[in-house]
């Protein structure tokens, strides 16, 4: 990791002062902020030195020029410089209406930024002459003052303490403008910029340009030095070109997220990153070199000016400028080359099936409420990621289940965005290269309900009529298409099966849960049971599912179902009750991969709130034993040894198996967030864990839980609705195979045996 330094005591070469020297002139621009007033602000107004030169009425309408400090009210000496609580700038040459005349200020009303303030001086005819320049660093006599504009009689007696991490960044006549970086940069959902005041000519003692490679290896600079001059120079007609000359090179550079919205196709262009032990920079450029955003990842600590916060800070000029406050350690980026990668057509590609020769993959843009677009099925080359085939279903609904042999796959879409019409088809495709063996035509006007699969057959799911809340089931031969037999269905009905490797067609109805053959609709055995008591939770889009289902295996033939006021576990080749325990209102589980249920449980009987809402039981079922209970929310289990590694409240922890006793939690560690998102599930390489958090595949030391760093060049995100795909398709390993999707539609194999990372960090 670099760390930065002091940037005034080394690298400048000081210019004498002989009157006002030619300055480079720059694209300059100030930006952003969220801020409201506080502290240290004053309500008064205060004297206008250049009144009988300069006067203005309300309603007249003056213009004001680019890059200029907008105040959310008056300030005077007693408001410290760094504490201005600067709200925005002006973005481009603006004519603004006055609404009140205040002293030497001016108030005008806007109807996307609202009420602010401005220095009349900005308006004026002088103010026409003020350049930007290239930033420089200098020195002031002692005593000398700082202005809130040339010639303002609102003055401040100069600070080394501020004036020596200050910038000039412009010039009029015998003025020059300094830039003053808030002492506080964040604070709740504010967002703070640097001040703009001015010192005369005669009162600068030595200056010179800030040298390039701010945050190259030899950098001299501190973070909070580096941030000062990103957030003046950094804009959106910023270069790659010119990050580079200003910056330096990047320590990584890494493909980016999805730069366009979900209804257009997608862009990926490149990310910078710049990284210290304090700091992280991430510049991301379109694939045309334009800078598109910057995010700055930032300790929590005394070093960097900040206020912890669920916050993700956005500046008000522009969304895509950003900071977030990660935890006390940021994670370093760790190489770790693929074997191959397939850029998919929309973010997130998510894992369903493999064979030795092909993976199955379902697509997803990732919209949600109103900007979900696209969702697809393709296939892959196991051997070298090449895609196969796909077919895209819109954004209407997608099914897709692999035959018993997994040599084709039933497809079921609602929609044919090729034709941009609702139409039901069912397709079974041939796994390896996309043809279409058969296809069934459901041959009604009414809508179907869905497809599910069982050993040998397809399960088509019907009304008996529009509106009508009884079905009829269709059962299919999954080789040919051929109807084989149909059952109509009572009210309420339900249908159990999730995949081809269940050994029966098994529905409820009528108090009764039925196996019937898949081929002959003959019934093997049946269950008396009434109607559940609690909803069912898989139909929670936020329920991530009670087992994790293994793309390259075979599912188990026993499963958890929910009858009447029980969760029952059932063997499905016999009908067998294996275990089971009361089913409740606000109660989640999970199988382990060991077999055991962890089972959360919201004290108010509902499944959502927060932590300390919960509790949750390590339950051994077939033996009817509890083995602890914790007043938290525990999930995400994965048992190894005498440790459970799990999300504990929303953070990385790992429990004593047998006691539930923590042994260790990366809480604040690795993020300050309350509520952290956490897409996929735990994967083991050695003494290395793997777990997808926020935007970063972290590897941790699974025995002390010592963030070791992020896997480069994997970008993760959160898909809302889409958990039990995350969970289940986001990473996977069989053998030294590992298999990781990102949120920008790449999907990657690694080898598990070139993740070589030091843990003794």
Do not use: C
């Amino acid at each position: 990791m670099k760390t930065g330094g002091n940037w005034r005591k080394r690298g400048y070469q000081w210019i004498s002062m002989t009157g006002v020297a030619a300055l480079m002139v720059t694209g300059y621009l100030v930006l952003d902020l969220n801020v409201s007033a506080g502290e240290g602000e004053a309500s008064g107004s205060v004297t206008q030195a250049l009144a009988a030169q300069i006067t203005y009425k309300v309603g007249e309408t003056v213009t004001l020029g680019k890059g200029l400090p907008l105040y959310a009210q008056t300030v005077d000496h007693s408001v410290p410089v760094d504490l201005m609580r600067i709200q925005s700038y002006t973005s481009s040459e603006e004519k603004i209406k006055v609404h009140t005349v205040r002293g030497e200020w001016l108030r005008f009303k806007d109807d996307s930024r609202g009420d602010h303030w401005v220095p009349a001086w900005y308006a004026s005819k002088d103010s026409k002459t003020l350049k930007g320049s290239a930033p420089q660093n200098f020195t002031l006599r002692a005593g000398s003052k700082l202005y809130l504009y040339p010639g303002s009689q609102t003055s401040w007696v100069s600070d080394d303490a501020l004036t020596d991490h200050a910038l000039i960044v412009a010039t009029t006549k015998d003025w020059y403008g300094i830039s003053i970086a808030p002492r506080i940069w964040n604070k709740e959902s504010n967002v703070y910029r640097p001040a703009i005041l001015w010192v005369k000519a005669k009162d600068v003692q030595q200056r010179a340009y800030v040298a390039d490679a701010w945050f190259g290896d030899q950098a001299s600079m501190s973070t909070t030095d580096v941030r000062h001059l990103t957030d003046i120079m950094l804009s959106k007609t910023t270069t790659s070109k010119q990050v580079a000359q200003w910056l330096g090179e990047p320590d990584w550079k890494e493909n980016s997220q999805n730069l366009n919205e979900t209804n257009y196709s997608m862009s990926i262009g490149q990310t910078w990153r710049y990284e210290r032990e304090d700091a992280q920079f991430l510049v991301t450029f379109n694939k045309a070199g334009r800078l598109m955003q910057t995010r700055w990842n930032l300790t929590l600590d005394d070093r960097n000016n900040v206020v912890p916060s669920d916050w993700h800070f956005s500046r008000s000029d522009d969304y895509q400028f950003t900071t977030k406050i990660l935890g006390k350690t940021l994670p370093s980026s760790l190489p770790w080359k693929s074997t191959w990668t397939n850029q998919g057509e929309l973010n997130y590609p998510f894992l369903q099936a493999a064979t030795e020769d092909v993976l199955l993959m379902k697509g997803d843009d990732g919209g949600f409420s109103g900007m979900h677009y696209d969702k697809s099925v393709y296939a892959l080359d196991r051997r070298t990621g090449k895609k196969l085939w796909e077919i895209h279903a819109g954004f209407g609904a997608l099914q897709a289940y692999t035959d018993t042999k997994r040599e084709g796959v039933t497809l079921y879409t609602s929609y044919a965005p090729g034709d941009k019409e609702y139409k039901d088809r069912i397709r079974h495709i041939k796994l390896s290269d996309g043809k279409v063996i058969w296809e069934y035509k459901p041959g009604s006007k009414l809508s179907l309900r869905g497809i599910t699969a069982a050993k040998n057959v397809v399960v088509v799911d019907s009304p008996v009529k529009e509106g009508s809340s009884q079905g009829r089931i269709k059962v299919l031969n999954s080789s040919s298409g051929k109807t084989l037999w149909t059952r109509k269905l009572s009210a309420g009905y339900q249908l159990f099966n999730q995949s081809a490797d269940d050994p029966y067609v098994m529905y409820w109805e009528k108090n009764q849960l039925i196996a019937a053959d898949s081929l002959s609709g003959r019934t093997v055995w049946s269950i008396k049971v009434g109607k559940p008591t609690v909803d069912y939770i898989e139909n929670d889009p936020y329920f991530d599912g009670i087992t994790r289902l293994d793309p390259f295996t075979e599912a188990l033939s026993e499963r958890w179902m929910l009858l009447g006021d029980q969760w029952v576990l059932v063997d499905l080749t016999s009908g067998k009750k294996l275990a089971h325990f009361p089913a409740r209102n606000g109660q989640r589980f999970e199988v382990l991969n060991d077999g055991m249920l962890l089972i959360r449980e919201n004290k108010k009987g509902d499944h959502y709130g927060d932590y300390f809402d919960f509790t949750t039981t390590l339950y051994d079922a077939k033996n009817n034993k509890k083995r602890w209970t914790l007043n938290d929310k525990v999930e995400r289990g994965l048992v190894e040894g005498d440790q459970l590694f799990v999300i504990k409240n929303g953070y990385p922890a790992a429990l004593d198996y047998h006691t539930g006793e923590t042994r260790w939690n990366a809480k604040n560690t690795i993020s300050t967030l309350k509520y952290p998102t956490n897409q996929g599930s735990y994967l083991l390489i050695d003494d290395q864990l793997l777990l997808p958090m926020g935007e970063d595949l972290l590897v941790m030391n699974k025995e002390d839980g010592t963030l070791i760093g992020r896997v480069h060049d994997v970008v993760m995100g959160s898909p809302e609705h889409r958990d039990r795909d995350a969970k289940n398709g986001t990473m996977n390993r069989v053998g030294d195979e590992v298999y990781i999707g990102s949120s920008n539609g790449r999907f990657s194999l690694y080898n598990a045996e070139e993740l070589n990372t030091d843990i003794s960090r």
